[in-house]
């Protein structure tokens, strides 16, 4: 199973922006789906993004398009996730996940980091 820590995470005004980003490690990362989810106070935990093996297939939350991109490097082990135009409703929880393609969910998780977005 893929052990995954996420960083990046921090207080910042409405309109600014944010680069979270997940380190993997244990198996071979090309092999994960990757994602991005959040979980605001109260709320059950929603998909923001997630990317294919290869990087080439994206698919985002419609709350986030536009303003959020998700990216991975499968030579570092990383994928990232770069927030602009954040707005106080982005504040959450953000979690970075790993599914690998022959599983419908996603079985691996980080530990999660705070996004604070201040109006």
């Known amino acids: 199973q893929v052990q995954l820590v996420e960083s990046g995470g921090g207080l910042v005004q409405a309109g600014g922006s944010l680069r979270l980003s997940c380190a993997a490690s244990?198996?071979?990362?090309?092999?994960?789906?990757m994602g991005w989810f959040r979980q605001a106070p109260g709320k059950e935990r929603a998909l923001v993004a997630t990317?294919?093996?290869?990087?080439?297939?994206?698919i985002y939350a419609d709350s986030v398009k536009g303003r959020f991109t998700i990216s991975r490097d499968n030579a570092k082990n990383t994928v990232s996730l770069q927030m602009n135009s954040l707005k106080p409703e982005d504040t959450a929880v953000y979690y970075c996940?790993?599914?690998?393609?022959?599983?419908?969910?996603?079985?691996?998780w980080g530990q999660g980091t705070q996004v604070t977005v201040s109006s």
């Open positions: 996940a790993a599914r690998l393609i022959a599983y419908s969910d996603f079985g691996s």
């Open positions: 244990g198996h071979t990362f090309s092999s994960y789906v």
């Open positions: 990317i294919s093996r290869s990087g080439g297939s994206t």
